[in-house]
Protein backbone atom coordinates (compact mmCIF):
# COMPACT_ATOMS: atom_id res chain seq x y z
CA UNK A 1 0.00 0.00 0.00
CA UNK A 2 1.39 3.58 -1.21
CA UNK A 3 -0.29 6.73 0.28
CA UNK A 4 0.75 10.05 -1.46
CA UNK A 5 0.26 12.95 0.95
CA UNK A 6 0.11 16.33 -1.42
CA UNK A 7 0.59 19.52 0.27
CA UNK A 8 -0.47 22.66 -0.76
CA UNK A 9 1.17 24.65 2.04
CA UNK A 10 3.84 27.37 0.69
CA UNK A 11 5.03 27.58 4.24
CA UNK A 12 7.67 25.38 5.49
CA UNK A 13 6.27 25.03 9.26
CA UNK A 14 2.83 25.58 10.81
CA UNK A 15 -0.20 24.42 11.26
CA UNK A 16 -0.62 22.77 7.30
CA UNK A 17 2.96 21.77 8.06
CA UNK A 18 2.03 19.88 11.23
CA UNK A 19 -1.38 18.23 9.42
CA UNK A 20 0.96 16.60 7.17
CA UNK A 21 3.54 15.43 9.33
CA UNK A 22 0.98 13.91 11.47
CA UNK A 23 -0.91 11.80 8.05
CA UNK A 24 2.69 10.89 7.74
CA UNK A 25 3.31 9.61 10.79
CA UNK A 26 -0.27 7.86 10.83
CA UNK A 27 0.84 6.18 7.22
CA UNK A 28 4.14 5.00 8.70
CA UNK A 29 2.72 3.68 11.96
CA UNK A 30 0.51 1.47 9.51
CA UNK A 31 3.60 0.09 8.11
CA UNK A 32 2.39 1.51 4.61
CA UNK A 33 5.04 3.51 2.07
CA UNK A 34 4.32 7.08 2.13
CA UNK A 35 5.49 9.85 0.11
CA UNK A 36 4.84 13.59 0.29
CA UNK A 37 4.80 15.98 -2.38
CA UNK A 38 5.21 19.63 -1.72
CA UNK A 39 2.92 21.26 -4.68
CA UNK A 40 5.24 24.51 -3.97
CA UNK A 41 8.41 22.84 -4.55
CA UNK A 42 7.37 22.82 -8.02
CA UNK A 43 6.95 25.93 -11.13
CA UNK A 44 3.23 24.43 -11.99
CA UNK A 45 1.75 26.54 -14.75
CA UNK A 46 -2.21 27.18 -14.52
CA UNK A 47 -4.15 25.72 -16.97
CA UNK A 48 -3.94 27.01 -20.27
CA UNK A 49 -7.60 26.33 -21.53
CA UNK A 50 -6.27 25.94 -24.95
CA UNK A 51 -7.61 25.87 -28.13
CA UNK A 52 -11.61 26.15 -27.73
CA UNK A 53 -11.10 25.24 -24.37
CA UNK A 54 -11.17 21.72 -24.44
CA UNK A 55 -7.32 21.27 -25.23
CA UNK A 56 -5.22 18.05 -26.38
CA UNK A 57 -6.11 16.82 -22.57
CA UNK A 58 -9.78 15.95 -23.47
CA UNK A 59 -8.59 12.96 -25.38
CA UNK A 60 -5.06 12.45 -24.72
CA UNK A 61 -5.35 12.75 -20.77
CA UNK A 62 -1.96 14.30 -20.50
CA UNK A 63 -1.12 18.26 -20.20
CA UNK A 64 0.67 20.45 -23.09
CA UNK A 65 2.76 21.71 -20.72
CA UNK A 66 3.36 18.84 -18.24
CA UNK A 67 7.28 18.83 -18.24
CA UNK A 68 6.59 21.83 -15.32
CA UNK A 69 6.78 19.00 -13.16
CA UNK A 70 2.43 18.67 -13.30
CA UNK A 71 3.47 14.95 -15.45
CA UNK A 72 5.48 13.44 -12.70
CA UNK A 73 2.71 14.59 -10.03
CA UNK A 74 0.06 12.94 -11.75
CA UNK A 75 2.31 9.77 -12.57
CA UNK A 76 2.68 9.84 -8.62
CA UNK A 77 -1.23 9.98 -7.75
CA UNK A 78 -1.57 7.02 -10.49
CA UNK A 79 0.60 5.26 -8.54
CA UNK A 80 -0.62 5.46 -5.34
CA UNK A 81 -3.34 2.91 -3.74
CA UNK A 82 -4.48 6.34 -0.94
CA UNK A 83 -3.93 10.21 -1.00
CA UNK A 84 -4.09 12.66 1.19
CA UNK A 85 -4.84 16.15 0.35
CA UNK A 86 -3.86 19.08 2.54
CA UNK A 87 -4.21 22.32 2.02
CA UNK A 88 -4.36 25.48 4.19
CA UNK A 89 -7.60 27.47 3.32
CA UNK A 90 -7.40 30.30 1.63
CA UNK A 91 -10.23 32.80 0.99
CA UNK A 92 -12.27 29.90 1.85
CA UNK A 93 -10.88 27.52 -0.31
CA UNK A 94 -7.87 25.61 -1.69
CA UNK A 95 -4.43 27.14 -2.00
CA UNK A 96 -3.72 28.51 -5.59
CA UNK A 97 -1.27 25.89 -6.25
CA UNK A 98 -3.49 23.17 -5.32
CA UNK A 99 -6.48 24.90 -7.21
CA UNK A 100 -3.73 25.28 -10.14
CA UNK A 101 -2.56 21.72 -10.16
CA UNK A 102 -5.77 20.07 -9.64
CA UNK A 103 -7.75 22.52 -12.22
CA UNK A 104 -5.09 20.57 -14.79
CA UNK A 105 -5.52 17.11 -13.22
CA UNK A 106 -8.99 17.20 -13.45
CA UNK A 107 -9.22 17.87 -17.11
CA UNK A 108 -6.58 15.11 -17.99
CA UNK A 109 -8.23 12.47 -15.42
CA UNK A 110 -11.39 13.18 -15.15
CA UNK A 111 -12.71 12.19 -18.63
CA UNK A 112 -11.10 8.39 -18.16
CA UNK A 113 -14.14 7.71 -16.01
CA UNK A 114 -13.28 4.96 -14.03
CA UNK A 115 -10.09 4.45 -15.52
CA UNK A 116 -8.62 7.66 -13.91
CA UNK A 117 -5.54 7.82 -11.80
CA UNK A 118 -7.83 8.28 -8.53
CA UNK A 119 -11.07 6.77 -9.80
CA UNK A 120 -11.63 4.29 -6.83
CA UNK A 121 -8.81 5.43 -4.48
CA UNK A 122 -9.95 6.50 -0.87
CA UNK A 123 -8.69 10.26 -0.12
CA UNK A 124 -8.56 11.76 3.16
CA UNK A 125 -9.35 15.57 2.44
CA UNK A 126 -8.00 17.95 5.53
CA UNK A 127 -8.21 21.59 5.46
CA UNK A 128 -6.79 24.01 7.78
CA UNK A 129 -7.93 27.58 8.18
CA UNK A 130 -5.69 29.61 10.31
CA UNK A 131 -6.81 33.53 10.79
CA UNK A 132 -10.78 33.53 11.24
CA UNK A 133 -11.46 30.09 11.02
CA UNK A 134 -13.82 30.91 8.37
CA UNK A 135 -13.96 29.01 5.04
CA UNK A 136 -13.26 25.99 6.35
CA UNK A 137 -16.51 24.12 4.74
CA UNK A 138 -16.50 25.91 1.51
CA UNK A 139 -12.83 24.76 1.02
CA UNK A 140 -13.97 21.43 2.29
CA UNK A 141 -16.76 21.40 -0.46
CA UNK A 142 -14.62 22.66 -3.27
CA UNK A 143 -12.38 19.58 -2.60
CA UNK A 144 -15.15 16.82 -2.59
CA UNK A 145 -16.62 18.51 -5.66
CA UNK A 146 -12.78 17.73 -7.10
CA UNK A 147 -12.98 14.39 -5.81
CA UNK A 148 -16.54 13.71 -7.48
CA UNK A 149 -15.15 14.67 -10.65
CA UNK A 150 -12.48 12.24 -10.43
CA UNK A 151 -14.23 9.70 -9.43
CA UNK A 152 -12.25 9.09 -6.10
CA UNK A 153 -13.82 8.09 -2.68
CA UNK A 154 -13.66 10.51 0.21
CA UNK A 155 -12.71 8.61 2.96
CA UNK A 156 -12.84 11.23 5.31
CA UNK A 157 -13.07 15.40 5.87
CA UNK A 158 -11.10 17.12 8.82
CA UNK A 159 -11.23 21.05 9.30
CA UNK A 160 -8.53 22.18 11.44
CA UNK A 161 -8.29 25.38 13.29
CA UNK A 162 -6.41 27.23 16.32
CA UNK A 163 -8.96 25.98 18.41
CA UNK A 164 -9.57 22.51 17.88
CA UNK A 165 -5.63 21.72 16.78
CA UNK A 166 -4.99 19.41 19.42
CA UNK A 167 -7.33 16.46 19.25
CA UNK A 168 -7.91 17.12 15.30
CA UNK A 169 -4.30 16.48 14.63
CA UNK A 170 -4.11 13.49 16.79
CA UNK A 171 -7.17 12.52 15.15
CA UNK A 172 -5.26 13.43 11.45
CA UNK A 173 -2.24 10.27 12.31
CA UNK A 174 -5.27 7.93 12.95
CA UNK A 175 -7.45 9.08 9.98
CA UNK A 176 -4.03 8.48 8.21
CA UNK A 177 -3.93 5.25 9.41
CA UNK A 178 -6.80 4.16 9.22
CA UNK A 179 -7.04 4.98 5.28
CA UNK A 180 -4.27 1.93 4.69
CA UNK A 181 -6.46 -0.79 6.03
CA UNK A 182 -9.80 -1.25 3.66
CA UNK A 183 -12.75 -1.53 5.30
CA UNK A 184 -14.06 -5.00 4.18
C1 LIG B 1 -4.09 34.60 0.99
C2 LIG B 1 -4.57 34.01 2.28
C3 LIG B 1 -5.94 33.80 2.46
C4 LIG B 1 -6.41 33.24 3.66
N1 LIG B 1 -7.75 33.01 3.80
C5 LIG B 1 -8.20 32.48 4.98
C6 LIG B 1 -9.57 32.19 5.17
O1 LIG B 1 -10.41 32.33 4.27
N2 LIG B 1 -9.97 31.72 6.38
C7 LIG B 1 -9.07 31.52 7.40
O2 LIG B 1 -9.47 31.13 8.48
N3 LIG B 1 -7.76 31.73 7.22
C8 LIG B 1 -7.30 32.21 6.05
N4 LIG B 1 -5.96 32.42 5.87
C9 LIG B 1 -5.04 31.96 6.90
C10 LIG B 1 -4.52 30.57 6.51
O3 LIG B 1 -5.55 29.63 6.46
C11 LIG B 1 -3.48 30.21 7.53
O4 LIG B 1 -2.27 30.84 7.20
C12 LIG B 1 -3.18 28.77 7.61
O5 LIG B 1 -4.17 27.89 7.39
C13 LIG B 1 -2.67 28.51 9.01
O6 LIG B 1 -1.87 27.56 8.89
P1 LIG B 1 -0.35 27.74 8.50
O7 LIG B 1 0.34 27.95 9.80
O8 LIG B 1 -0.09 26.42 7.85
O9 LIG B 1 -0.23 28.91 7.55
C14 LIG B 1 -5.50 32.94 4.68
C15 LIG B 1 -4.12 33.15 4.49
C16 LIG B 1 -3.66 33.66 3.30
C17 LIG B 1 -2.16 33.85 3.10
Known amino acids: MKVLILSGTPK ?21 ECEVVRLCDY ?3 RCAMCTDGWGAC ?29 TPVYWGDMTEIMK ?24 LLIASPGGSGNGMISCLEQMERLCRHLRANIFDYVGVNR ?17 TKPVK
Open 12 to 32: HEGLCCSCVDAAQAGVVKSGA
Open 43 to 45: KLT
Open 163 to 179: WNQNYKIAAISEAAAAL
Open 58 to 86: RAEHTCTFGDDGFSVIQQKIANADALVLD
Open 100 to 123: AFFDRFRRCEAMKGDEGAMAGKPV
